[in-house]
């Protein structure tokens, strides 16, 4: 047993749970495994299992050197694998420059505007982050996945999917200072303005990991058109052709290189002119196209173009963080509960991502006697 001090800002959002005997696939030896969080401490236990219940932990043995389960010593940072080897955190290794963007050039932004909104609903941008990023990202990621157990996911694949082969990392901005940097690339920013409004939010930022076999995922459409099958639950379309407004941009940063052998991003182009759930299936994959890519390339897209994660079936994992911006009327996908220290050093930037000072909902019988709204307001919080 491993119970130690460790960094708010790593373990902020940890819950209590506990799980019991799991068998992954390629694994010899079954296991129990426990973790616990209480105020700032953290401890794990690793112990073998004979007669346990199916547990819901979604690490997967023998897969791409994510084998087995990790302990975990925070006070070093430092996780030990079941073969005893030390797994050190990657970030005490990695130094975020935040002051210095690559490819950061916006002259052709409102070309990728249009084709985003008027043309075919996707764009690539080329290298927007260094090499040396990308591969502290990437390390991070699998180094998270390896320590913090299952997560929820969406869009699973088949019925006869192995959630095991899938890991999501959520809530990214507390769990390493390179993702605060991804979140506020300038070419994003500028593109999501004439989208969404200068205005817009961070709704969601996290990780994608399909290993080897994984499923992918079932074609869909984003939050929060993604209950959209459900007809009653829109009685008005959201969208329809010649009308360029969107209540959802997607930009997907690779970590690894995307091809259609280890699964790419399905996409079927022009589809987001129209509000459209893909529930055949069949129709998608006759026309779908695969968002093929280099590790650090940034893919965009809006929320109502058909997509969905294709099956890996190379022999390595392939990451992606995976970035949602709303307008600041919707409300966000995921509750991002951000460390104080990260609060802190908030760039302007990121500060109105997380709509820090946007006062709504507000407890209006208790706000000042001002006048707040319309153009004559003295309401001043961009």
């Known amino acids: 047993m491993i119970s130690r001090q460790v960094p708010s800002t790593v373990f902020k959002s940890c819950l209590f749970k506990k799980s019991t005997g799991f068998q992954p696939p390629g694994c010899k030896a079954k296991y129990f495994w426990s973790d616990g969080f209480h105020g700032n401490k953290w401890s794990h236990q690793l112990a073998k299992s004979g007669e346990r219940k199916k547990m819901t932990q979604t690490l997967h043995c023998g897969i791409n050197h994510l084998a087995g389960f990790a302990t975990v010593n925070p006070s070093q940072n430092v996780a030990v694998d079941n073969n005893g080897s030390d797994l050190v955190d990657p970030r005490l290794r990695f130094n975020v420059d935040m002051e210095n963007y690559h490819n950061a050039d916006l002259s052709d932004v409102n070309d990728l505007v249009h084709e985003l909104t008027v043309g075919s609903g996707y764009v690539m941008c080329k290298q927007l982050f260094t090499k040396d990023e990308v591969d502290h990202a990437r390390e991070l990621i699998l180094y998270l996945i390896k320590t913090q157990g299952s997560k929820a996911t969406h869009f699973q694949g088949s019925e006869e999917a192995k959630p ?39 709704g969601s930022v996290a990780t994608n990991t399909i290993f080897p076999g994984g499923s992918g995922q079932e074609p869909h459409i984003d939050y ?19 009308v360029p407004f969107h209540m959802n941009m997607q930009a997907t940063l690779m970590l690894d290189d995307f091809t259609e052998e280890n699964g790419a991003t399905a996409i ?20 779908c196209i695969q968002a093929t890519g280099k590790a650090g390339d940034m893919f965009y897209f809006p929320g109502l173009l058909q997509h969905a994660a294709m099956p890996n079936k190379s022999n390595q994992s392939r990451t992606a963080v995976i970035l949602q911006y709303l307008p600041k009327y919707i409300r966000p996908m995921e509750d ?28 209006l019988d208790e706000a000042e006697p001002i006048n707040t709204e319309g153009s004559k307001s003295e309401f001043e919080w961009k």
């Open 336 to 363: 991002k509960r951000v460390a104080g220290d990260i609060l802190s050093r908030a760039t302007p930037q990121l500060r109105r991502l997380l709509t820090l000072d946007y006062p709504y909902p507000a407890v």
């Open 164 to 202: 095991e082969l899938q890991a999501r990392v959520w809530n990214l901005l507390n769990k390493g200072k390179i993702f605060e940097k991804i979140v506020q690339h300038p070419k994003t920013l500028a593109i999501l303005a004439p989208i969404i409004g200068d205005d817009c939010q961070l």
């Open 268 to 287: 079927v182009p022009w589809t987001q002119h129209d509000a459209h759930y893909p529930e055949k299936s069949g129709d998608f994959f006759q026309k």
């Open 224 to 242: 929060p058109y993604w209950d959209y099958y459900e007809r009653h639950h829109w009685p008005v379309t959201p969208k329809v052709k010649g």
